[in-house]
């Protein structure tokens, strides 16, 4: 029996890439023309580091980590997600002594043990990008927004933007001792993942799917209205920066991020069109996360986008590239001359497809057309002998001729 992939991990098959190149090179534009730059990082970590960044009681570190013992008995996690990698990499650089603020993004598999269904696989990818340095909400408004304008730049206007605030070692701990007794006297309503977590990640309740959490949370208190003076007044402002910019956004109280490094200002980009895994993107302050890591004490904020939740939501769009020119061939001399030809094409950057194996015309053709190629030239022995032949627009069949250099052909296949 032939041997399949493991089970959530997807092959991104050659009909699908092109979508991904699509998504992946606008992250790029739209985060360079942010002045971020890329940084690529390992993807299996100390499992210590993801423990200490990401919090012991969240569902990533709980149930969903790839972890094991190398054969020099270390323990390895494939890692769940980038923020904490990348950190790593900064303080182990000292990236901050080069410039006090940092802009980078990274792209790559991430990996978790998850029940995989649409949307949620045990490898996927993210593009993240993280800013460090800067506590001032003018960069949480610039993030914000230079999601959404990747959103915009891959023709995607759908998910729209969720935004709290999740407060500071300042004022979280009066709101969920608050929370904690509002819930206290409701706990047989909750789930049995709620009750579970009752005491070490309270705050999960709010936004937990369950029937009987919802109805448990109505009236609870809400974090945007226990946020100590600073961040009451860090929120206020992200908000006028992305009214000044016309950045629209809903304020969702609700929203709890499922990593514990998260302060201030969280979001998400959030869609209908996914089922439950409405979440395409999202991302939040870690203002504690450089120090916890042993790091100096350094702001931080960013966001991870899912890159197969974009992909479904772009669906059946054909993004591959169809080559520009198709030769078919009548007999070997002439196959031999198209693929020199191919060569001089290929050095100008025309895009050409040939037979390699003496098909019938008929078959040439039907690849041709199944490659949606642009133009499409058959050779035989009268083209070859009179140096000239007949070029054939595919989309409305109109014929040109020219003669069989390269230069040419290009003016032909390629005008501009
Ligand atoms: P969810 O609530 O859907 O589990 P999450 O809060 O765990 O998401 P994050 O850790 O914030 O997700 O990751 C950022 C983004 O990565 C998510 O918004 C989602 O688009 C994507 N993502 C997370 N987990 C998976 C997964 N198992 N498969 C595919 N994409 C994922
Ligand atoms: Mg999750």
């Not at 950190?87 to 802009?103: C, G, N, Y």
């Not at 003496?358 to 690849?367: T, Y």
Request: charged share 25%; aromatic share 8%; with cysteine.
């Amino acid at each position: 029996m032939a041997i399949t992939a493991i089970k959530g991990f997807n092959d991104i098959l050659p009909n699908e890439s092109g979508r991904w190149q699509h998504i992946e090179q606008a992250a790029r534009r739209v985060f360079e023309l942010n002045g971020f730059s890329e940084i690529r990082v390992p993807i299996m970590e100390k499992t210590e580091l993801f423990c200490r960044s990401i919090g012991d009681a969240t569902d990533i570190v709980e149930k969903e980590m790839y972890t094991f013992i190398d054969k020099g008995d270390n323990s390895i996690t494939l890692r769940p997600e980038g923020t904490a990698g990348v950190m790593r990499a900064f303080i182990e650089h000292k990236l901050h002594a080069q410039d006090p603020v940092s802009k980078l993004y990274y792209l790559g598999p991430m990996f978790r043990y998850e029940r995989p269904q649409k949307g949620r696989y045990r490898q996927f990818h993210q593009i993240g990008a993280e800013v460090t340095g800067v506590n001032d909400p003018l960069v949480d408004a610039q993030v914000l927004n230079m999601l959404c304008a990747f959103f915009r730049e891959i023709g995607l206007d759908e998910p729209s933007l969720q935004i709290n605030s999740l407060g500071c070692p300042e004022c979280r701990p009066a709101y969920r001792a608050a929370l904690l007794k509002f819930l206290e006297g409701r706990l047989d309503q909750l789930c049995e993942d709620c009750r579970r977590r009752f005491t070490t990640n309270p705050l999960r309740t709010l936004d937990c799917k369950a029937a009987g959490c919802a109805e448990a949370t109505q009236g609870a208190p809400s974090m945007l209205d226990n946020l100590c003076g600073g961040c009451g007044q860090h929120f206020d402002s992200v908000r006028c920066y992305l009214d000044s910019i016309k950045t629209p956004y809903k304020i969702n109280p609700r929203m709890v991020r499922g990593l514990d490094y998260y302060t201030r200002t969280t979001f998400e980009l959030v869609t209908g069109l996914l089922g439950s895994q409405s979440a395409v993107a999202a991302g939040g302050r870690y203002d504690g996360l450089i120090s916890q890591l042993g790091g100096p004490s350094i702001p931080g904020i960013g966001f991870a986008i899912g890159v197969e939740r974009v992909a479904l939501l772009l669906g059946q769009q054909d993004f591959s590239r169809r080559p520009d020119l198709f030769i078919a061939t009548m007999g070997a001399a002439e196959r031999a001359g198209a693929f020199v030809l191919l060569t001089e094409l290929q050095n100008l950057g025309v895009r050409v497809e040939m037979d390699y194996e003496g098909k019938s015309l008929k078959s040439q053709m039907r690849r041709a057309d199944k490659l949606k190629t642009r133009y499409s030239v058959v050779l035989g022995g009268n083209e070859l002998e009179s140096g000239r032949a007949l070029f054939k627009r595919m989309e409305d069949g109109l014929q040109i001729e020219s003669v069989l250099t390269a230069d040419a052909i290009n003016e032909i296949v390629c005008p501009d």
